[in-house]
């Protein structure tokens, strides 16, 4: 009789061909596209925009991982997750499937830790869904506020504290990535706060001054797009490094 971790072994496999064609593939180009136009425009500039594109393509490679070491678990009785927030006022709320999660990690060789959210629904992982990852020296709390502009350093490199990606209805891409100290014109920014953490799942909150990942040309020019009152309710996983 074959090992039911043999067949859960061809399930990740087909987890990771599936996310890495849909993810990894079509946005990393993206990211490529919109940092390699700026990177013309300005040498030494580029230079931040490329390392910040590195690290969002380490956080969505992370992604990929949360949803392939989610999928073998059993389909035992899960609570309502969710996340719900407004985008230029207009309200959205969605139920998070089984691929969403809170993933706490450790970096490796350093005393940052990492603190990764996938939030998606549906089929396609590339629509209503945001990608948040958030970097402290200190184990997650309740009631603290992690602000992006207030960066750590990583590896003798200064790091936003909070990056978030978001993928419209449509598909669109649209991130708050840019630290304002390193990149003159950026006003990208966002917040989020652990509200409840619970062995059931983390409650939280959060918001962002986001772009189009698409945009080009002078990042002061940029419209914005708001996230406000962001909420979630999320399961958490434990420390994989």
Not at 15 to 23: A, D, E, T, Y
Not at 69 to 84: F, G, I, M, V
Not at 115 to 137: C, Q
Not at 141 to 159: D, F, R, W
Request: some cysteine; glycine content about 6%; aromatic content about 12%.
């Amino acid at each position: 009789m074959v090992h039911p971790s043999v067949f859960c072994f061809t399930y990740l496999l087909a987890n990771v061909l599936r996310f890495w064609v849909g993810i990894q593939k079509s946005i990393f180009l993206i990211f490529q596209k919109h940092h390699s136009e700026i990177h013309v425009k300005s040498a030494s500039f580029g230079l931040n925009q490329i390392h910040e594109m590195k690290i969002i393509k380490n956080i969505l490679s992370l992604a990929i991982l949360l949803i392939v070491l989610t999928s073998c678990k059993d389909d035992d009785p899960r609570p309502d997750y969710y996340y719900r927030f407004k985008v230029n006022g207009v309200q959205k709320e969605f139920r998070a499937n089984k691929d969403s999660g809170i993933v706490f990690l450790d970096a490796p060789n350093s005393i940052n830790k990492i603190i990764f959210f996938t939030m998606v629904t549906g089929a396609d992982p590339e629509k209503n869904a945001i990608v948040i990852s958030l970097r402290s020296t200190e184990e997650a709390e309740s009631g603290i506020e992690y602000k992006m502009q207030e960066p750590l350093t990583v590896n003798n490199t200064i790091v936003p504290r909070i990056s978030i990606v978001y993928f419209d209805e449509n598909g669109k891409t649209f991130g708050a990535t840019l630290l304002q100290s390193l990149n003159p014109g950026a006003r990208d920014d966002a917040s989020l706060k652990f509200t409840q953490i619970t062995t059931e799942g983390s409650y939280g909150e959060f918001q962002a001054i986001a772009f189009d990942m698409s945009a080009t040309g002078d990042l002061g020019s940029r419209q914005e797009l708001l996230i406000t009152d962001g909420e979630f309710f999320m399961p958490n996983f434990v420390s994989l490094l």
